[in-house]
């Protein structure tokens, strides 16, 4: 029985689902295929063993579509049919979607060595994120023995508006992109926004005054982050960033601020110069007063 229309969930506004609901009008919009991305989405971790009526609760799409949806991602390889479950898991011809645009990111694989030697001297993690609606996706990452609870992965999402990575990335945007941002931020989740909006907004103008922006533990209590902007492409319209994070109990008295900080800074200085921006240029932007700085 498909989900009533009270039942069904709340869709992220950066989601396929949520752009699936508002295409109806769109004549030259693909619904299917849409529909079937949807159930991909709906993949992640914590969920990666789901049956037709598990896929249907989280996507508000009727069951037998789910099942035709699912029956054709699994014969395309993009799904895999565990029979003994009677569930599906996400599917090895998936992973391949990911690679041409990792590869297009070559930078990635230059600047590793330099993001591996900063985490074993701190002790901690050190990921490059790309900017993906309002969450950061990580791209890369280096991390040096127990980092604590959170394990950065490639392809794994974290907000933006929480995240000293999040923060930096957003630093990077031109005027226009980074007021749609602050606009879809707040239409996703009024609520965070309001209880983020200015510590949001004053991690980028520390970015902007001192090249990096600090995070006390407000995405996960038991880590703090420093994040640096590394660069908004453009043509590709992908915006970089930088972060450091390290278990709370680590760090000595403004050690965050005062030696990881301007170092996290100086390692996107130096990737910066490896893909030809050797200077960052931090668009202007209206910020207000807060009492937040330095959080």
Known sequence: MAPTSSSKPRHPLSSAAAVLADSADDAAFATTLAKGLVVLEAFKAGSTLLGNMELSSLTGIPRPTVARLTHTLAELGYLRYDAARAKYRVGARALRMAHPLLAGMQFRQVARPMMQELAHSVRGTVSIGLLDATSMIYVESARSGDVGPHVPDIGMPIPVVMTAMGRAAASTLPPADAER???????EDGELWASFRDKYRAGIAQCKNRGFCTCWGEYMASIHAVAAPLFHAP???QSFSINCGIPAFRLQPGQLEGEIGPRIAA????????????????PPRKTKKTTSAGT
Request: glycine residues 4%; negative net charge; hydrophobic residues 45%.
């Open 181 to 187: 941002l602050e606009r879809n931020i707040a239409a």
């Open 235 to 237: 043509e590709s319209k």
């Open 267 to 282: 390692l996107a200085d130096s990737i910066r110069s490896i893909v030809g921006q050797a200077e960052l240029a931090t």
